[in-house]
């Protein structure tokens, strides 16, 4: 998967979402990170030539720390990103057709900060003139806390990861304790949460989670289900339709695009209730699969189907490969038959 951080400032992306960059790097994901300004103004002692210069070098260090692959700086003016939005979106564009990425992590829109706020409008533009497939965009907190989140992540394995790269921006940290405050910060989100010892929370900028109540994305239960989309995504070709065994609960047909899934049973692309026997299972999956469907997906809520459907699933293991199976999904891949 490729991933692309942007930062309005050398070391936002640390404070932000250090600890999540770190679990995707390890996950095998590319981490790009864009910085739009170098933070010139931060270093009132020396000139903005000297300033940006530290500034970038620290970012250097810490995007090495957390496994950032490539690091671009826009050089855009720091404190007056408000009034360049239109030149950093331009700026960003060809990063985004080089990156391709399938999420993007920026600051969020009530951020105190106005080169935060900005930060979001200039991604947008960025997207749209880019013409490349709509990514999910998660909003990071820095020092302005999201009153609302859609996905916890837990960071606890790289905590301290993060905070090491937080104070590879010395400069910063010399003037303002971070470490201490994201401290704070993130065991704060792990309790309240519910997902770990220490969290980063993010919220969908695009509005794809609109449909999702929030007292449903607090539940660390959707934690659960976001961490089986994102796996879903891995193993599903994008541009692919998929059969996903759901039960009907899981309805953010946004975050899998530009995948397309058909619930089982289907009928008019709606959830149709559950089968009342193996013979019906086998004959609706054959159905959707010379319809187009690739995959089928079991989400863990319905591992019961493998047992209660047993002809359903020695079908399955007798007719097709099982290319994922762990303790969220299990996925066969129906585009060739095994050879039995
Ligand atoms: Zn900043």
């Known amino acids: ?11 936002d992306e640390s404070i932000g979402c250090g600890g999540t960059i770190c679990l995707h790097a390890d996950r095998g994901d590319r981490v790009a990170a864009v910085f739009l300004t170098s933070g010139e103004k931060g270093l009132t002692d020396l000139s903005q030539e000297d300033a940006r210069r530290i500034r970038e070098r620290e970012s250097e260090d810490a995007a090495a720390i957390l496994g950032i692959a490539s690091v671009t700086f826009l050089r855009r003016p720091d ?4 009034q360049d939005t239109l030149h950093a979106a331009e700026a960003l564009k060809p990063i985004l057709q080089r990156e391709k990425p399938e999420v993007i992590y920026l600051t969020h829109e009530r951020d105190f900060h106005p080169d935060h706020r900005a930060c979001v409008s200039i991604v947008q533009a960025a997207l749209r003139a880019s013409g490349i497939a709509t990514p999910a965009l998660l909003s990071y907190e820095v020092l302005t806390p999201l009153t609302e989140y859609d996905r916890a992540e837990d960071i606890t394995p790289v905590m301290r990861r993060k905070l090491k790269a937080v104070c590879a921006h010395r400069s910063q940290v010399r003037q303002f304790r971070y470490d201490r405050a994201l401290l704070a910060m993130n065991r704060f989100r792990g309790v309240v949460a519910g997902v770990g010892r220490y969290a ?4 969908f900028a695009n509005g794809c ?33 998929f059969i996903l065994v759901d ?4 309805e953010a047909p946004a975050l899998i695009a ?23 299972a086998i004959r609706e999956l054959e159905r959707l699969r010379n319809a ?9 809520s319905t591992f019961w189907w493998l047992e209660y459907y047993g002809g359903l699933h020695r079908y399955l293991r007798a007719q097709f490969p099982c290319i994922r199976q762990d303790e969220r999904i299990v996925v066969f891949d129906l585009r060739t038959r095994s050879r039995t």
Request: glycine share 6%.
């Open 1 to 11: 998967m490729n991933v692309l951080v942007i930062a309005p400032h050398p070391d």
């Open 79 to 82: 404190k007056h990103l408000e």
């Open 200 to 203: 980063e929370v993010f919220r």
């Open 209 to 241: 989670m609109s449909g999702i109540p929030l007292d449903c994305r607090a539940d660390p239960g959707w934690h659960r289900l976001y961490a089986a989309i994102q796996e879903i995504i891995k193993v599903v070709p994008a541009e692919s339709s």
């Open 247 to 250: 039960d009907g609960c899981l």
């Open 258 to 280: 530009p995948r397309r899934y058909l619930p089982f049973l289907e009928k008019e692309g709606r959830y149709w209730g559950k089968p009342p026997d193996d013979a019906t």
């Open 292 to 300: 187009g469907a690739s995959f089928i997906v079991f989400i863990w």
